[in-house]
């Protein structure tokens, strides 16, 4: 099969498109044919060989896939050869063939074509297992997402308006926050013009930008609120004042997916396809697809994420 390999750390010119080994399909895989894949930070972080995958995953970059089922290992019973499915990787899916564990795969759900379903793993399972099970995010409380505009904050933005919060969301730009706006954000703040901890106050906050935030967002937190750290954008170590916590009786969590073992993995997979499917089902949640790139360009996929121009996924189409 073919798929995009990093030939040595750097900038996008380093994906190529190459001939590599068939996956090995292990007892309790799935083999996807794989239709979509799509751009998230994490790869260009692999990219530039900040973020090596785990042990034991696909040395490929994607972290998540659309396609059809083509093989199922020994004792996979809830899927079989010909399923539409979409998977959470731990890496991978810039390829044309996958294997998974099959507690990481899901049904594509209702309405979508195969490529929409290509961006909507991470960005469904990181938000809904870090606003809504760490976050505990509920009915008619106040959600901050950092980076509204995102593959992670566009999702956030819609999920949390869907469910009954009041959503607010940081922008870098007016078109941005046009349409984050357009997303259902109720409120939505110019980080570039102004310090969203002088106008906001959140019960929760889904934070991408790490100690560069941290003091704004404990700020910015109302008493019992939930601060939940997914990114570091803005930098890993911070000073912070307990003091303001206590007092506030906040809480702050730091999270990443990708490292999680596959059981727990299993756990925020079906839970989305419990919980959120039915939404994106139903209309009230969609994917939000910037641009379409043939897999073998994956070096342009990486430079208009870089370009940081995008709003919403960037997907990986075969
Ligand atoms: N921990 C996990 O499990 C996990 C899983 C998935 C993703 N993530 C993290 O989630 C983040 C988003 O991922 P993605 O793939 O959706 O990336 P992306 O589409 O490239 O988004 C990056 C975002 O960062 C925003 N940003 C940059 N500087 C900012 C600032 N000072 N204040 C607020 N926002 C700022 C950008 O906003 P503008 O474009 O408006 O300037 C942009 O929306 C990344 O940090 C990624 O590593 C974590």
Do not use: A, S, T
């Given at each position: 099969m073919r798929a995009i390999e990093i030939t040595e750390p750097g900038g996008p010119r380093v994906l190529e498109w190459h001939e590599v080994p068939e996956p090995r399909v292990e007892p309790g895989d799935v083999l996807i044919d794989v239709a979509a894949s799509a751009v998230n930070r994490a790869d260009v972080l692999q990219r530039q060989g900040f973020y090596d995958p785990p042990p034991g995953t696909s040395?490929?970059?994607?972290l998540e896939v659309s396609g059809v089922v083509a093989e199922v290992g020994a004792d996979v019973e809830q899927f079989k050869a010909g399923d539409r499915v979409c998977a959470l990787l731990g890496g991978g899916g810039y390829a044309e063939r996958v294997a998974v564990p099959w507690q990481q795969v899901m049904p594509v759900p209702d309405g979508l074509t195969l490529p929409e379903a290509a961006g909507l793993p991470e960005a469904a399972c990181t938000v809904w297992s870090n606003v809504f099970m760490v976050g505990r995010l509920r009915r008619g409380e106040t959600l901050l997402v950092h980076g509204g505009a995102s593959g992670i904050g566009t999702f956030a933005v819609q999920l949390a308006k869907a469910l009954g919060s009041y959503v607010i969301a940081t922008v870098g730009s007016e078109a941005k926050a046009q349409r984050v706006r357009e997303l259902g954000a109720d409120?939505?703040?110019?980080?570039?013009?102004?310090d969203f901890a002088d106008k906001v106050k959140a019960d929760v906050i889904l934070d991408i930008m790490g100690a560069k935030y941290l003091a704004g967002n404990v700020r910015a937190l109302r008493t019992g609120g939930r601060l939940v750290i997914i990114g570091l954008q803005g930098g890993r170590k911070a000073e912070i004042d307990l003091g303001a916590m206590l007092a506030k009786r906040v809480t702050v969590h730091a999270t990443t997916l990708r490292s999680r073992p596959?059981?727990?993995?299993g756990v925020i997979v079906r839970s989305v396809v419990d919980n959120v499917w039915p939404l994106v089902g139903a209309g009230a949640v969609r994917p939000v697809v910037y641009a379409e790139v043939p897999m073998s360009e994956a070096a342009e996929a990486h430079r208009m994420l870089d370009s940081g121009e995008h709003v919403g996924k960037i997907l990986l189409v075969r």
């Open positions: 040395p490929y970059p994607g409120e939505v703040v110019n980080y570039r013009e102004e596959v059981d727990e993995k």
